[in-house]
């Protein structure tokens, strides 16, 4: 890789972000961060953002797990960047994967899903056959999301949720732990429970 690689953000989720990307041998240059609580993480060296410089050419993987801070970071910066496939998921050569967007060990995204920039599909996640994942979605370890579902913008879908073939999950939406989605879920809530319910609208 020509270019240096940067991650943005010195959490728990860097740490996931750092293992993706030497699984595939690729080079960090450095971890930066706006406000870095820690010298060093999994013994890459962070930097506070005002010491670094990242080229235009130079690319950046915003390892974030708050939907809304990832969206206002890249949408403030417009870095350039590339996905980051584990070495131990699948990823169907039907299926298409944004720049930005992470996957990790275990998951599988099967032909005919797309996913938008800036996602997480987390460790173990399932997202079948024609799903349609917009930008800044998380798909926690071990959700499922059954065929033909679209997952709006900046939503996120709780660990071990079951979600069932083709609904329709809003913009900005939580759906709790466990969960199970047996209907089209709107914007802007949160939503619990077997089947899952809008419990609250934000």
Known sequence: M????????????????IDILLSNNIL?????????????LS?????????IHIDAEDCVIVAIGSNETRKKIAV????????????????????EVDYGT????????????KIGKHC????GAIVEHDCELEDYVHVSP????????????GSHIGIG????????????????????????IPDNCTAVGIPAKPIKFH
């Open 120 to 123: 997480i599909i987390n460790s």
């Open 142 to 153: 071990n959700a499922s999301l059954a065929g033909n579902v679209t997952v709006g913008e």
């Open 43 to 51: 013994g890459i060296k962070v930097a506070h953002t005002d010491t």
């Open 76 to 95: 403030e910066f417009n870095f350039k960047s590339i996905k980051a496939v584990h070495r131990e998921a699948y990823v169907s050569e039907f299926a």
């Open 2 to 17: 020509e270019h240096k690689l940067y991650i943005f953000g010195a959490s728990g989720h860097a740490k996931v972000v």
């Open 102 to 113: 992470v996957v990790m060990p275990k998951a599988v995204i099967n032909s005919g899903a």
């Open 161 to 184: 949720a079951s979600v069932i073939q083709g609904v329709k999950i809003g913009k900005w939406v939580t759906i709790g732990a466990g969960a199970v989605v047996r209907q089209d």
């Open 28 to 40: 960090i240059t450095s971890i930066v961060d706006n406000a870095p609580k820690v010298e060093s």
